[in-house]
């Protein structure tokens, strides 16, 4: 049994970072007008199944804490050094960047505010636009919004999973808590302002687990199949009808916050449970499903991985990353191809990496 929820989760959690490697990267592309609109319930899908198969009790607040620190910060601080000094070189060689203003980027970075005006404005500080040259760095602020919203999950997780009233309790708390965040527009370094709403998702799915919610046993007829995509239609339409998702770790904020939050915790229970049922179905049916699942295994480092690579062939290729509209359809060929070429390389990574360790086993 163990083995099948680890292999419907990372099914789940493959084709999320497949919507987030699609969002990032297809930029140019009309189809990213779909991506905006369930990018944020992609995200929540991937915390309720990091949340799904944690035990209560099974290790103490600090041992428990160590453990994500080591998987978080770590390859945090070793990743955003290594692409940031390669990435440095290669535009310190090509002119496009002084070795002063690299160095003021890592600042900032680190800051958290590469991305973000409002930050950048706390500290007088005029460096925005080297965010526009280290793109690849975007992204890191996942690391520390996990790291900080474990920090909250676990001590909170420990006393009030043993109810299941106190944990829908403590959830409602936590999304409010976003919600009077996101209403007043504060911003956050490393997009911390959303912490709260994803220990609220890591405590969701954590209750999800305790009841077995998506335990269901293996499919062999029809009818589940149709039910999970109708569950799945329902819940990308809730996605379409609120508004799209922005930046809000730029700073920029839409109207009726609160109620588009709600959409997107209504609309990610129908594709957390459609998605789920639909996968064992997938399975049950003896279809090849071991790819996304390995996508899904290796999300966090994909995760990582994919704006770095995009850069690159971009550096490569001279192909810019444009976020404009409207996008000739050679743009949009170029950033399908980009796309293909930047998982390519990040399987290709994992690949070399997994024949290593064998032959030194």
């Known amino acids: 049994m163990a083995s099948q929820r680890l292999n419907f989760a990372d099914m789940m ?19 990213k007008t779909f991506i905006d609109h369930i990018l944020v319930s992609a995200l929540v899908v991937f915390f309720f199944y990091s949340g799904y198969f944690y035990k209560l009790g099974a290790k103490p607040f600090l041992e428990n804490l ?48 590469i991305w973000n005006r409002n930050i950048q404005d706390w500290f007088g500080w005029e460096y925005y636009h080297l965010g526009k040259r280290y793109s690849f760095l975007g992204d890191f602020w996942f690391l520390i919004a996990m790291m900080f919203a474990s920090i909250i999950f676990f001590p909170i997780a420990d006393r009030v999973l043993k109810s299941a009233v106190k944990t829908i309790i403590a959830v409602v708390l936590l999304f409010a808590i976003t919600g009077a965040l996101r209403t007043y ?16 998702c890591l405590l969701l799915g954590t209750l999800a687990g305790q009841y077995k919610l998506l335990e269901i046993k293996a499919f062999e007829g029809a009818k589940e199949v149709v039910l999970a995509i109708i569950s799945l239609g329902i819940g990308i339409a809730i996605c379409m009808y609120k508004e799209p998702d922005l930046n809000t770790y730029r700073g920029t904020f839409v109207e009726n916050e609160v109620y588009n939050m709600t959409l997107v915790i209504v609309s990610s229970i129908f594709i957390i449970w459609g998605g789920s049922v639909l996968c064992k179905c997938i399975e049950s049916a003896g279809i090849r499903v071991k790819e996304i699942s390995w996508l ?17 062939i971009c550096q490569i290729t001279g192909f810019s990353m444009k976020y404009e509209e409207p996008v000739e359809m050679a743009t949009v060929g170029k950033s399908v191809l980009l796309c293909a070429a930047c998982l390519t390389l990040c399987i290709l990574r994992y690949v070399i990496e997994d024949k290593i360790k064998a032959g030194k086993e």
């Open 13 to 31: 959690k493959g084709v999320t970072i497949l919507v987030i490697v699609i969002y990032h990267i297809l930029a140019p592309c009309g189809f």
């Open 66 to 113: 160590k453990s994500r620190a080591k998987a978080l910060l770590i390859p945090f601080f070793k990743y955003s050094l290594f692409f940031w000094l390669v990435g440095s070189i290669v535009m310190v060689i090509q002119k496009v960047e002084p070795i002063n203003e690299a160095f003021l980027c890592l600042r900032n970075f680190f800051a958290g505010c």
């Open 185 to 200: 527009q504060i911003t956050l370094p490393y997009n911390l302002q959303l912490v709260p709403f994803w220990a609220g």
């Open 296 to 312: 899904g295994s290796h999300s966090l480092l994909i995760y990582l991985y994919h704006m770095f690579f995009a850069w690159i």
